[in-house]
C-alpha cells in the first residue's frame, strides 16, 4: 500500500524504449522496478514462478506481461500501455489519431456531426468564409447549433469514447498505463490502473476552448496537422499529458 500512495517512483537504471520495460520484467527476480510493478498489480513476489514479457504493436497495449504463479495451473496476464515522456512537465501525447470515418463505424456517428467533425480536421474545407484558417474550420467558428451537437454527442457518448481511445477493446485492451521518463538514469516513473487514467483524464467537462479546440475532460480532440502537409494531417486525433499521473 505505500507503494500505491506514493505514486512515482525512480528507477537508477532509467528507460529509453519499450524493449526496456520488457527486458526488466523478464528481470523480475533481480530487478527492484519489476517487482515494484507486479506488487502494484497485487501480485505477492513469493508467489511468482515464472513471468514473461513481450512488446506488442498495433494495439493499445505496449507490452503484455504473462505471470505464473506457484501451485496455480493458470496463467495471469497484464496489458501495460507505456507512455514515455522526455522532459518532468511531459507534454501532450497521442492516445489515439484515425480517419473520422473509422469513428464513424466505431460509434455509429450521426451524419451531421461527421461533417462537423470532417470540417474541424480539414478533410472537408470550411463551410464560412474568411475562416482563421483557410484549411479546416475550429471548434469555435461553427454556429451555436453546430457547437451543441457536437458537444450534446460527445456528452453522451463520453464513456464509451473514453474507453476506447485510452483503454482499446479485445485481448489487447490495456489495463495498465506506465508512464516514465525517456532517460538512462534516475528516471521516474508512474503505473496506474487504466480504470484510475480513464476516470482522470476522461471523466470531467465536454467544453470548447478559447482556442477552439474541444476537450473531454482532460483529453483534446483535434485535428493531427503536421506530416509535412499530407492528407493524414486532416486525420482526427485525442491527446493527453501522461506526464500528469507523476504529481497524483
Known amino acids: 500500500m505505500d507503494l500505491v500512495e506514493r505514486g512515482s517512483q525512480t528507477a537508477r537504471d532509467g528507460f529509453k524504449n519499450e524493449d526496456d520495460i520488457v527486458k526488466k520484467f523478464n528481470n523480475w527476480k533481480n530487478d527492484e522496478d519489476a517487482q515494484n510493478w507486479l506488487i502494484q498489480m497485487s501480485y505477492n513476489i513469493s508467489e511468482i514462478e515464472h513471468v514473461e514479457a513481450i512488446k506488442i504493436s498495433g494495439y493499445k497495449t505496449d507490452v503484455q506481461v504473462q505471470v505464473s504463479i506457484k501451485l496455480k495451473k493458470a496463467i495471469d496476464v497484464e496489458n501495460l500501455q507505456v507512455k514515455l515522456v522526455s522532459t518532468q512537465q511531459g507534454g501532450f501525447n497521442q492516445i489515439d489519431k484515425r480517419w473520422v470515418d473509422k469513428y464513424v ?37 461553427f454556429s451555436e447549433m453546430e457547437q451543441e451537437f457536437v458537444l450534446n454527442w460527445l456528452s453522451k457518448n463520453q464513456s464509451l469514447i473514453v474507453s476506447d481511445i485510452m483503454k482499446g477493446r479485445g485481448k489487447f485492451a490495456a489495463e495498465w498505463m506506465l508512464v516514465a ?56 486525433q485525442f491527446k493527453i499529458n501522461p506526464a500528469e499521473l507523476f504529481d497524483l
Not at 189 to 194: A, C, E, N, Q, R
Not at 201 to 220: L, M, W, Y
Open 105 to 141: 463505424e466505431m460509434w455509429n456517428i450521426p451524419e451531421n456531426i461527421a461533417s462537423i467533425l470532417k470540417r474541424y480536421t480539414g478533410e472537408e474545407k470550411p463551410s464560412i468564409e474568411n475562416a482563421k484558417d483557410k484549411r479546416r474550420m475550429f471548434a469555435n467558428e
Open 181 to 236: 521518463h525517456k532517460i538512462k538514469i534516475d528516471a521516474r516513473w508512474v503505473l496506474k490502473s487504466m480504470n484510475f487514467c480513464m476516470n482522470y483524464f476522461g471523466n470531467g467537462a465536454i467544453e470548447i476552448t478559447q482556442r477552439g479546440t474541444f476537450k473531454i475532460g482532460k483529453i483534446t480532440m483535434q485535428r493531427k496537422g503536421g506530416d509535412g502537409g499530407r492528407k493524414t494531417a486532416n486525420m482526427l
